[in-house]
C-alpha cells in the first residue's frame, strides 16, 4: 500500500532553515508528483508547491518563491522540502502528498505531518 | 491567487444533512471540474472524500456528495454521526503558478 513518511518534529529559530524529508513506499516513487501543504494553527491548508520525482522540475507557489526548495533522491525514493528565512509565521505542520490519476491537485495520500515549530 | 471561501464552521444534529459551500472564482473553482474536499481530524492527516466535484474514493460513505454551481462548490453530509466531526478543506485546480489553492477550512460540530 502507499505509504509516505515524514521525518520528525523540528524547532527552529528565526533566520534558520529547516529541511523536512518525505520517504514514499508501495510504488514506483518517480511516477507521481509529490507536493507539500502546510497548516499553520487555527489556519486552512496552504499548498506550497510541487516536484516530479522523475524529472526533478519544480513549481512553487509565489508566496514561497526564492524561501523553498523541493528536492529528490530517487535512489532512497524521498523528496525533500527546505525552507528558509524561517519567520515565525511559519510555524505549522508541514505534509507531503500525492496525487492520482488526472487530477494533479486532488490528494489521496498525505504523509503524517511534521511539526516545524519557529521560536526564539 | 486568493484562497477559497468557506464558511468557518457549521452544525447539525445526528441524522441531520448539512451544507458546506465553497466559494472561488471564474479562474478556478468555476473554470476546472477539479475541486476536491478533505475531512481532517485534529492530529491526523486529512483526508480525501471527493474529487473532481463530485466523485468519491473508494471506502468514502455515500453520506459524502459534492457539487458545484457556477463558481461555488458545495459538500453535502447526509445522516450526519459523532464521527462526522472535523474540519472540512476544499480545494480547486487553478492552471496557474499557484496550482492548487485552498479554502480556509469549516470546522463541523455535531451537536
Known amino acids: 500500500q502507499v505509504q509516505l513518511v515524514q521525518s520528525g518534529v523540528e524547532v527552529k529559530k528565526p533566520g534558520a532553515s529547516v529541511k523536512v524529508s518525505c520517504k514514499a513506499s508501495?510504488?514506483?516513487?518517480?511516477?507521481?508528483?509529490i507536493n507539500w501543504v502546510r497548516q499553520a494553527t487555527g489556519q486552512g491548508l496552504e499548498w506550497m508547491g510541487w516536484i516530479n520525482p522523475n524529472t526533478g522540475n519544480t513549481g512553487y507557489a509565489q508566496k514561497f518563491q526564492g524561501r523553498v526548495t523541493m528536492t529528490r533522491t530517487n535512489s532512497l525514493s524521498t523528496a525533500f522540502l527546505e525552507l528558509t528565512s524561517l519567520k515565525s509565521e511559519d510555524t505549522a505542520v508541514y505534509y507531503c502528498a500525492r496525487a492520482v490519476g488526472a487530477d494533479s491537485s486532488s490528494f489521496p495520500y498525505w504523509g503524517q505531518g511534521t511539526l516545524v515549530t519557529v521560536s526564539s | 491567487q486568493s484562497a477559497l471561501t468557506q464558511p468557518a464552521s457549521v452544525s447539525g444534529s445526528p441524522g441531520q444533512s448539512i451544507t458546506i459551500s465553497c466559494t472561488g472564482t471564474s479562474s478556478d473553482v468555476g473554470y476546472y471540474n477539479y475541486v476536491s474536499w478533505y475531512q481532517h481530524h485534529p492530529g491526523k492527516a486529512p483526508k480525501l472524500i471527493i474529487s473532481e466535484v463530485s466523485k468519491r474514493p473508494s471506502g468514502v460513505s455515500n453520506r459524502f456528495s459534492g457539487s458545484k454551481s457556477g463558481n461555488t462548490a458545495s459538500l453535502t453530509i447526509s445522516g450526519l454521526q459523532a464521527e462526522d466531526e472535523a474540519d472540512y478543506h476544499c480545494s480547486s485546480y487553478t492552471g496557474s503558478t499557484n496550482l492548487v489553492v485552498f479554502g480556509g477550512g469549516t470546522k463541523l460540530t455535531v451537536l
Open positions: 508501495g510504488y514506483t516513487f518517480t511516477t507521481y508528483d
